[in-house]
């Protein structure tokens, strides 16, 4: 898949991108839980979800990986 393939649809979705905008933070799982008002196991979901999508093994490889794409910005 290229650049122009994420382009046409979002990878993410809303949910998985607020978390990750909330990881880039540097925010806990019970901080981002918190704030969105969710169990920090859904918290853990969507980001086991995302990294499942981006077809990588760990938050840091997921974070970069969305840095590159532009889905996410510091």
Excluded: P, W
């Amino acid at each position: 898949m290229n650049n122009e393939d994420y382009n046409t649809k979002q990878l993410l979705t809303k949910r998985e991108k607020e978390v990750f905008e909330l990881l880039v933070q540097d925010r806990t799982t019970k901080e981002i839980a918190e704030e969105l008002f969710i169990s920090e196991k859904t918290v853990r979901n969507h980001i086991s979800n995302a990294m499942q999508k981006l077809g990588v093994k760990g938050r840091s490889q997921a974070v970069v990986e969305l840095l590159r794409m532009g889905e996410l910005k510091l």
